[in-house]
């Protein structure tokens, strides 16, 4: 509510008329939760020079104090509503910690993550990446860096999901690492889900001496894996949304090889920018569109899945659209075809 009245106070006043107060108040919806006798009478209590310039800033403030103002039915209704889910939400969820300040929870929601990616991933679906990324971490592969490039919704959450599924069931693997950046993470969350997975001391570290967990942790943790144990490493990192942290990510891992001889650390991570990597350094895998044989498995598991029975010329009809080549695309329709089965006829 207060940033819509400061949106109309171009002026930066921190007063507005009251036809401008009821405008953004209705902007903003609040004037469905109060009655025009309110709205009146809460304007003239906060109009102090009574010359119909409102301070809204102190009539904002009275609106969270629900003692200050009566509110109609509806709005205390409302009020009630949100103050019982906010108890809810607050008896079930721990309160929010600072950035990197939760490692265990966050390790747990990676395996979750993990987990749900590995069970929609579709056998014969970039089956041919999956064996490309297996042979690029081998110890033997001059490139230690490998990019998964590809559009939105072409498949690189789930694959690089499966394919640390993969990694994990595989000990050949040694220590592996994964983190999937949603949208609410930040740098500093992903690099201390790597550090608290692979060296948890490096993490109590920094929480000790009250630094930041970056890319520094992550090479003193590197180090001391190396140092205490025989196992490589590979880091799978998927969502990362700018070029800087990928290339410090990078930098990390080829110094940390550039120093290891024996034990090297393999980056997987996926990109949207595949071609401004230095090929030099990174090796790049671009995630093309589905073939049709392809998008007709893909359809017939996401189907399977939902319990949905398709014709098999409706399965080639979908497989066909100009969008298939997407699997996001094709779970989206599918999963909206489940949605109306039952009004679907033959």
């Known amino acids: 509510v207060l940033t819509a009245l400061k949106a109309v106070d171009v002026e930066s006043k921190g007063t507005l008329t009251k036809p401008k107060v ?10 469905t939760l109060i009655t025009d006798e309110e709205l009146s009478k809460l304007c003239s209590a906060h109009d102090q020079e009574r010359k119909g310039h409102v301070d809204y800033a102190s009539l904002v403030q009275s609106l969270q104090s629900v003692g200050t103002v009566r509110l109609g039915d509806l709005a205390a209704f409302g009020i009630k509503a949100y103050a019982c889910v906010w108890t809810i939400i607050d008896a079930c969820f721990p309160e929010l910690a600072p950035p990197g300040g939760r490692p265990e929870q966050e390790i747990n ?16 679906v970039h089956s041919h990446l999956q064996r490309l990324l297996g042979e690029s971490i081998l110890p033997s592969q001059p490139l230690a860096v490998i990019a998964v490039g590809g559009d939105r919704g072409s498949g690189k959450s789930t694959l690089l ?11 050949s693997c040694g220590a592996v690492l994964y983190f999937c950046m949603e949208a609410w993470h930040g740098v500093e969350d992903m690099f201390t889900c790597l550090v608290a997975q692979l060296d948890y001391s490096v993490f109590r570290h920094s929480q000790t001496t009250g630094t930041a967990v970056g890319g520094d942790a992550l090479a003193k943790a590197l180090n001391q894996h190396a140092s205490s144990s025989e196992d490589d490493c590979v880091i799978i990192v998927d969502g990362m949304r700018d070029s800087r942290t990928e290339n410090m990510l990078i930098g990390v891992v080829q110094s940390h090889n550039a120093e290891q001889m024996r034990k090297r650390c393999s980056l997987v991570f996926s990109t949207l920018s595949i071609e401004v990597k230095d090929t030099r350094s990174v090796l790049a ?16 598991a996401h189907c399977a ?3 949905l029975h398709l014709h098999h010329l409706a399965i080639q009809e979908l497989a066909s659209k100009k969008g298939a080549g997407n699997p996001k695309y094709l779970t ?5 075809l489940a949605r109306l089965e ?4 033959e």
Do not use: W
Request: net charge positive.
């Open 22 to 31: 009821r405008e953004a108040l209705a902007a903003v919806k609040l004037d």
């Open 109 to 124: 929601d990676q395996e979750v993550v993990v987990d749900i990616l590995a069970s929609s991933h579709c056998a014969g």
């Open 161 to 171: 999901g499966s394919f640390a599924r993969r990694c994990m069931s595989t000990p």
């Open 285 to 300: 895998h671009s995630l093309l569109p589905l073939m049709p044989t392809e998008r007709v498995q893909l359809i017939k």
């Open 305 to 307: 899945r939902k319990n």
């Open 332 to 336: 989206t329709a599918v999963a909206f």
């Open 342 to 345: 039952d009004s679907l006829t």
